[in-house]
């Protein structure tokens, strides 16, 4: 049996004030439509359609070839919009499930069960509803005497009576796909908005003789749309709570979730401990037995097992096992620390590898380097790496030893086992295991302070 979904994602969005078109702000590190995509990408479709309107150029950017697209020039209902999908889908045997573009919460799971309850109860039409204890501004699901779907009620069309009903509609269906597109061609505009709506298609379903049925989703939260940017909060704690409570699950201790940032593409292993204040974001794996954290940022990086990182940020790079990073260090994208080295306090890495068990133990820059292993770099030192026109590169070979306060003009390269006095500025290649000193020789000028002293008498 094949299976195809509709995402509607045309609307305008004005309720968030933004010039981005709604379902591609991010919520926990990704749009919100792609978490709805990467779900469905699950359940192995056919065809994934997304119907796009208002902003379509934002849209299509985010999902690019993953999707097929459709345009709805004019946004007249939720009825319309699924009938733009038509010379893609009216076609096709099978089952399609329709969602809105603003549901990032939906689960592949609850939409497989959607679709097992769909075909168990052989329906037309299957709505994917839940109980919640406020359901103001939802669409009401009205019941028949044999507990089938009789109609969804929206909030503006709805009765005294009907606005009692806790039943509600997440705005998630399943329909027999041939049927749904015979009915939206008979769907009108006879109501308080004049659009089409799509939940009129349970009328004409059942008008017709078929049965429509309803899988109520345990979970009340699933279906939560996002229209302001208080809902988009709201949205990413929730979210943000469930990747939390996936990862504990999975063996990582996380100190205090409430201060804790993890976005949804994070990988952590088993035994590592995130403290309060961590940020960690975009495609980032972190290893087993780390420590991570407090207050660190993390974006994009690969970080080995059993590295302690703390009070720092790191981009785009990678960190080996066992590495120490912290406090006060910048890691810059394009850098790589070696197993078991040390980045210390205020000290800055860019396009730089550290090799293993080297040392930068505090207040120094390294930009354009390579440096080997069982080095260490003394306090203070600068890789000047920019001539005003190109970056040039700084080599330091296994086992040397950089003094304090040492400026490496690059292009050069210390050699291995070399040894570079502190306060040195070094401009030529130094070879192995030499001595490099690069500085003017000390001069004592006796009695200064005393003649200075009389010169300045009046």
């Known amino acids: 049996m094949s299976v195809h979904a509709v995402v509607l994602a045309a609307g305008k969005g004005t309720r968030m004030k933004s010039k981005r078109h709604k379902v591609v702000h991010p919520i926990c590190g990704k749009p919100m439509i792609e978490h709805i995509v990467d779900q469905l990408e699950g ?66 799971e609850t939409l497989e069960k959607l679709i097992e309850h769909h075909l168990g109860k052989q329906s037309a039409a299957t709505v994917l509803t839940t109980i919640v204890d406020n359901p103001t501004g939802y669409g009401r699901i009205i019941r028949d005497e044999d507990g089938d779907v009789r109609r969804i009620v929206e909030e503006k069309d709805a009765t005294l009576g009907q606005k009692k009903v806790c039943e509600i509609s997440t705005g998630i ?43 109520v989703c345990e979970d009340p939260e699933e279906g939560a749309g996002v229209n302001d940017r208080i809902q988009l909060a709201h949205i990413e704690s929730l979210l943000r709570k469930r990747i939390h409570e996936r990862h504990m699950r999975n063996g990582v201790t996380i100190i205090d979730p409430a201060n804790t940032y993890i976005e949804a593409d994070v990988e952590i292993g088993q035994d590592t401990v995130i403290y309060p204040g961590s940020f960690l974001c975009g495609k980032t794996f972190i290893g087993e037995g780390s420590r991570i954290g407090p207050h660190t940022q993390v974006h994009d990086c690969l970080i080995e097992d059993e590295v302690s990182l703390s009070f720092s940020t790191v981009s785009g790079s990678v960190i080996r096992a066992k590495a120490v990073i912290g406090p006060y260090a910048y890691i810059r994208p394009g850098s790589e620390v070696g197993r078991g080295a ?83 500025t070094i401009t030529d290649h130094v070879p192995s295991e030499a001595l490099a000193i690069a500085r003017e020789r000390q001069v004592n000028k006796e009695n200064y302070q005393q003649k200075r002293k009389q010169i300045q008498l009046p």
């Open 173 to 215: 269906f399943c329909f027999d796909n041939r049927k749904l597109y015979q009915s939206l061609q008979k769907v009108e505009n006879g109501n308080a908005q004049g659009e089409y709506y799509l939940p009129d298609v349970i009328a004409i379903l059942q008008e017709q003789g078929n049965t429509v049925s309803a899988y």
């Open 43 to 108: 359940l192995s479709l056919k065809h994934l359609v997304v119907v796009v309107g208002h902003g379509a150029d934002d849209v299509k950017k985010q999902l690019g070839e993953r999707v097929e697209f459709v345009y709805q020039e004019a946004q007249l209902g939720t009825a319309h919009a699924v009938l733009m999908s038509a010379p893609i889908l009216q076609e096709q045997d099978g089952v399609t499930i329709v969602l809105n573009g603003d549901t990032p919460l939906v689960r592949k």
């Open 342 to 424: 040390k980045v210390g306090d205020f000290v800055e890495l860019k396009k730089t590898k550290l090799g293993d068990h080297s040392k930068v133990s505090h207040l120094s820059y390294l930009g354009d380097s390579e440096i080997g292993s069982h080095v260490n770099i003394g306090c203070g030192t600068i890789s000047v790496n920019y001539d005003g026109a190109t970056k040039q590169k700084t080599t330091i070979e296994d086992h040397s030893f950089i003094g304090c306060n040492v400026n490496l003009i690059a292009p050069v390269t210390i050699g291995a086992g070399a040894y570079v006095a502190a306060g040195s």
